[in-house]
């Protein structure tokens, strides 16, 4: 059976959801793969055919943006309605949404203690078909990240399509708490698992790891006077506190390259653009904002969000074609727009994270559904 999978490209998918009262550890835990992607930027090797889905906080959507795929708070997947938040199907915990395209859906699912790879019709949820994974996982690895008071385990997976072979990257790490120390890492397994759409062939690779995907480059020395930016690789990682470290140099979005520059009268900034394909340069936009402390572009690459020095509670979303502002959102945590709405994430509460689909016409809120919420302390450690 052939499958089709019209997603743009790829690159990295992981949720990080260790049990208990974590957060400065999963906070920990992404800035230092936010900094691994940014170090291996300028080396890492990008094939026109890589693919990268449309992504979007906690989720993964077809390029239409009229399906997207989230993860569940009991560890499993639902397919959404982007339009009205309507659940359409679900996969049952534990499962890992990968890409979702206009006639299937590819998840990573764990059924009976074992792998496999299922495609599902994006609006019916009807599973097309199903592949097992015929190797075994150590038996503490699941994706179900298992919790024991002590010990716990984490399961991160990121997936990239390269030539009509989906990547399937993953990296189980069990985690282990004595006494009043710090949390220490216990094994660890790692592996990449080649899936051919065509014929539906698995190989593993056990030990190899799926470099991750690159967001930033060194700027070219061509009189640019870059500012540092907020950004992350893109991909559906849940994070638990906005923006994302900081970085220097060139946005990569696909073929463009792109230099945010301060406004010669200090409120908003200078989009500069090209090529890297060719060098040519393409029109600079100038966005006309409020004091700036922050410039933090969408997962989309599309778009830039620009929090008010001076109200920051308040991010206000341009378009990066037009300069044109499409929406103020009140404490975001993390944004993308696709097709016509604006996903984005914020606390509810202190220990809540809702997804929130709003229009990018109106700014009307369409729905909103928790993502996330913090685990109750268990018993004290001795």
């Known amino acids: 059976m052939k499958l089709s999978l019209d997603c743009p490209r790829t690159e990295l998918l992981n949720w990080i959801t260790p049990p208990g009262d974590n957060r400065r550890m999963k906070g920990t835990i992404l800035v230092f793969l936010v900094s691994v992607a940014a170090a291996g930027a300028d080396g890492a ?36 309605d982007l339009g009205t938040g309507k659940r359409l199907w679900k996969s049952d915990p534990p499962s890992r949404a990968l890409y979702v395209g206009s006639e299937s859906a590819i998840l990573l699912e764990q059924r009976n203690g074992r792998l496999q790879i299922a495609a599902y019709e994006p609006r019916k949820g009807r599973c097309i078909k ?23 385990t984490t399961f991160e997976v990121r997936a990239i399509r390269r030539s ?26 790692t592996g990449i698992i080649r899936f051919e759409l065509g014929s539906g062939r698995i190989e593993h690779h056990p030990g190899e790891t799926l470099a991750p995907f690159p967001f930033v480059e060194s700027a070219p020395a061509r009189g640019l006077q870059p500012l540092r930016f907020h950004a992350r690789p893109c991909g559906p990682t849940l994070m638990l506190g906005g923006p994302p ?58 778009h830039v969000a620009l929090r008010r020095a001076h109200e920051q509670s308040k991010c206000d979303v341009y378009s990066l074609a037009s300069g044109a502002r499409i929406a103020t959102l009140v404490k975001p945590v993390d944004i993308a727009v696709v097709g016509e709405r604006i996903l984005w994430t914020a606390y509810s509460g202190r220990d809540q994270m809702a997804l929130i689909a709003s ?13 996330w919420h913090d685990t109750p302390p268990g018993e004290p450690i001795p």
């Open 164 to 189: 009509g072979v989906l990547e399937i990257g993953y990296d189980a790490q069990e985690h282990v708490v004595t006494g009043i120390a710090p949390p220490s890492t216990g094994p660890q397994a």
């Open 45 to 80: 090797v990008v094939s026109p055919t890589d693919e990268i889905p449309a992504y979007f906080p906690a989720g993964v959507a077809n390029v239409a943006g009229s399906v997207g795929c989230v993860r569940t708070l009991a560890g499993g997947v639902d397919a959404l």
């Open 245 to 302: 470290p900081d970085v220097q140099g060139a946005l990569i979005a696909g073929d463009s390259r792109i230099v945010f520059e301060k406004a010669p009268d200090g409120r908003g900034v200078i989009v500069r653009r090209w090529r890297a394909s060719t060098g040519a340069a393409e029109p600079s936009v100038t966005i006309a904002a409020a004091v700036t402390d922050v410039i933090w572009p969408t997962l989309d690459r599309r």
């Open 130 to 152: 199903a592949w097992p994974c015929n190797f075994a996982l150590p038996p503490w690895a699941s994706l179900a990240e298992t919790s024991g008071g002590r010990t716990w």
């Open 359 to 371: 229009e990018t016409a109106t700014g009307r809120t369409l729905w909103r559904r928790t993502v």
